[in-house]
């Protein structure tokens, strides 16, 4: 397996190149073909920057690949499917590629498939065979599978109700910098306990989901900023910047 990568500088002939490897066949090459039409790369000044998608596109090349046996190809092709994207919205075929991708070993597709299998969506609602692969793709490190995992422990769906599992497998996701589970695990240090231990640790992970867009920790923030004494936001920000780095070495 093997990653193409592009200098700005020299974009239309890294393109080309990519375009001649996919059309002779490298499923490899097409998977990045199809996932640079789904970014919206193709036809930038540089392919480092994103314009409108072309899912149709996208999904011809996906497609190619994922016939070849290519797993995040595969998997790439049921999301659109489930979304549809580029294709006529189909859940049974998207349970369909992400039970391919999963068999050639894709746990990105496994998450995918036990979300479908958590809804119901084109295959009888399963929450147990749900479980079992957010457990298994969790214990991999898949911040998606933690972040359906704890919601399942939270919920009492399938399993017990542990609010202590919930959070650490929020937490485990959130340091990986999944948005959604900074968030939550921010909001619900401030919604069960008013200690200022614990406003601070939701101050920390709230911030980190604020500066990342997300529209409920900003508005949560906001609401918590006046309950912390400056004392408390100087050690927050120490906090957070001290994840941030941690974050990034997790990233190389």
């Known amino acids: ?64 690949a994922a016939e070849q046996g290519h797993a995040e190809a595969q998997n790439s092709l049921g999301i659109r499917y489930n979304r549809g994207e580029g294709v006529p919205e189909d859940h049974a075929e998207a349970v369909r590629w992400f039970m391919r991708a999963e068999a050639a070993g894709s746990t990105h597709a496994s998450v995918n498939l036990a979300m479908n ?21 969790a214990k991999l490190s898949d911040p998606l599978a933690q972040y359906h995992l704890a919601a399942l422990y939270q919920e009492g769906a399938g399993v017990a109700t542990d609010m202590n599992a919930a959070k650490l497998w929020y937490r485990r996701a959130a340091e ?6 900074q968030s939550l695990l921010g909001y619900s240090n ?11 640790e939701a101050y920390v992970w709230l911030s980190l989901a604020a500066d990342q867009g997300d529209a ?8 918590l900023a006046g309950k912390i ?24």
């Open 1 to 64: 397996m093997w990653t193409l990568t592009f200098d700005s500088d020299e974009s239309a002939n890294q393109f080309g190149l990519l375009v001649r490897i996919a059309k002779a066949g490298n499923a490899q090459a097409q998977y990045e073909l199809g996932g640079m039409y789904q970014q919206g790369q193709v036809g930038r000044p540089s392919l480092m920057l994103i314009g409108q998608p072309d899912y149709q596109q996208a999904c011809q090349w996906f497609r190619r």
């Open 117 to 137: 299998l958590v809804r119901g969506l084109g295959v009888p609602r399963n929450i147990p065979e749900a479980l079992a692969r957010f457990r298994a793709a």
């Open 176 to 181: 990986q910098g999944f948005v959604p589970a």
């Open 190 to 200: 401030v919604a069960e306990s008013g200690q200022a231990n614990d406003l601070i």
């Open 216 to 223: 409920n920790a900003q508005r949560n923030l906001a609401i």
């Open 229 to 252: 004494e400056p004392a408390g936001r100087i050690e927050a920000q120490e906090r957070i910047a001290s994840e941030r780095r941690r974050q990034q070495g997790q990233r190389g």
